[in-house]
């Protein structure tokens, strides 16, 4: 594998719902051309069962999706880390911040919405990267 894929990472505090959908996202519309990961910087047990039942009515599985702890040596390697507005503390550097509302305790309405919010986020990081890796 080359290493001129460009290495995303999305961190938010628990790993349990944005940063999950962002990553699912970005896998999907990238493919092999995008490396991705996410992380919390306290990692929950699991992701968020309304997140993964939104997730779920729009094709993506992420039910086996496990939340992980950010590591600094993942940090490290990462062209770009994202947050998705939440107060992250231990991120090595911070290349943008999405604001997107947390889906914790929101209606399943609500979690769609958010969804939709990333999605669209995503779909344009991607045009970005994938643009960019064009260049030669």
Not at 22 to 34: D, P, S
Request: some cysteine; hydrophobic content about 40%.
């Amino acid at each position: 594998m080359s290493s001129s894929r460009p290495f995303v990472l999305f961190v938010c505090r628990h790993n349990t719902g944005r940063s999950q959908m962002a990553e699912a996202y970005l896998r999907r519309f990238a493919g092999e051309a995008v490396e991705v990961a996410s992380a919390g910087t306290e990692a929950a047990d699991a992701p968020n069962p309304g997140v993964v039942a939104a997730m779920a009515e729009d094709g993506v599985d992420i039910s086996q999706a496990r939340p992980k702890l950010l590591d600094p040596a993942v940090a490290a390697r990462a062209d770009r880390i994202i947050t998705m507005g939440c107060d992250v503390t231990g991120v090595p550097r911070i290349d943008d911040d999405w604001g997107l509302p947390d889906p914790k305790g929101q209606s399943p309405e609500r979690v769609r919405e958010i969804r939709e919010l990333t999605k669209a986020r995503v779909r344009a990081l991607r045009d970005d990267l994938l643009r960019g890796s064009q260049g030669g």
